[in-house]
Nanobody, 129 residues
Framework: QPHLVESGGGEVQAGGSLRLACAGS????????MAWYRQVPGNEREGVAA???????SVADSVMGRFSISKDSASNTWYLDMSSLKPEDSATYYC???????????????????????WGQGTLVTVSS
């Protein structure tokens, strides 16, 4: 079962930047699509960015041009680079390992949930105005 640990959250002023990291272990990375989601209490979880095993990436329209996702295969770490942050970007950010997905769209991995999917514990991002 994949084990994911996020880091890099914190408080930043509007217009600033942050880099979130997701360190993965315990799974065959080639079979997984990696994604970042965010959630504000009381709201549904929102897909932010995704990268599939082939390296194709997608970001949500709400963060287009400001966020990007990348991976370092050597260290099994995935990153979410966030710039020009806005107060509405404040949320808990989660990384996810989604098994068997093929392709990415709209900031998410394409395909249905499986029992082999895994989530990190989340990291809080607060953007102050």
């Amino acid at each position: 079962q994949p084990h994911l640990v996020e880091s890099g959250g914190g408080e930043v002023q509007a217009g600033g930047s942050l880099r979130l990291a997701c360190a993965g272990s315990g799974f065959p990375y080639d079979n997984y699509c990696m994604a970042w989601y965010r959630q504000v209490p009381g709201n549904e979880r929102e897909g932010v960015a995704a990268i599939d095993k082939g390296g194709d990436t997608s970001v949500a329209d709400s963060v287009m041009g400001r966020f990007s996702i990348s991976k370092d295969s050597a260290s099994n770490t995935w990153y979410l680079d966030m710039s020009s942050l806005k107060p509405e970007d404040s949320a808990t950010y989660y990384c996810a390992a989604e098994y068997g997905r093929v392709g990415v769209y709209g900031g998410m991995c394409r395909g249905l949930k499986t029992a082999l999917d895994a989530w990190g514990q989340g990291t809080l991002v607060t953007v102050s105005s």
